[in-house]
């Protein structure tokens, strides 16, 4: 078990956002991933470009940009940064979507979060776009594969 302690928590356990005034501006980056499993008639469809409701990965895309830029708004105690760059890659295989987000700033805290919300969003737009033909398409494997930059430096899943 780590021994660091929790730093949305102030002495008497009462939820609070970390103060990151005394922090160094760094450029700062991340990488998140996760997967959307499909349907072999969704599959061939993202293929054929024949959903429906249109274009469904450059769809999630934009959505998945925009919601790394609303990080703040929707997860409670994230601070308010400015982003540098997001990228969110979407691509086919034979079970469904994998989705792959990376993000920077250069500024005083990490952008995981960010990251985690872009792969999130843009996995729910995929869903939201293919329910009506796939209604057992789910989200799975949502995780921050690497970090870089600010006072832990560099950490990459194992």
């Known amino acids: 078990m780590s021994d660091k302690k929790l730093t949305h ?5 009462q939820s609070h956002m970390v103060d990151v005034s005394d922090r160094e501006i760094t450029v700062r980056t991340a990488q998140a991933s996760g997967y959307v499993i499909l349907s072999a008639e969704v599959i061939t469809m993202l293929r054929d470009k024949t959903v429906p409701k249109g274009d469904v990965l450059a769809t ?3 959505a998945g940009i925009m919601g ?3 990080t ?3 997860i409670p105690l994230c601070h308010p940064i400015a982003l540098h ?3 969110v890659d979407c691509e086919i295989d034979n079970s469904g979507v994998a989705i792959v987000a990376s993000v920077k700033t250069t500024d005083r805290t990490g952008v995981e979060m960010e990251a985690l919300t872009a792969v999130s969003i843009a996995a729910l737009t995929i869903i939201d776009m293919v329910k009506a033909v796939d ?3 789910s989200i799975s494997n949502v995780h921050v594969d690497s970090k870089d930059g600010g006072r ?3 950490w990459k899943r194992p």
Not at 9 to 13: F, R, S, V
């Open 9 to 13: 928590l102030d002495i008497d356990g």
């Open 60 to 62: 999630a895309r934009i």
């Open 68 to 70: 790394a830029k609303r």
């Open 72 to 74: 703040p708004d929707l």
């Open 85 to 87: 760059s997001v990228t």
């Open 135 to 137: 209604p057992s398409a």
């Open 152 to 154: 832990n430096g560099s």
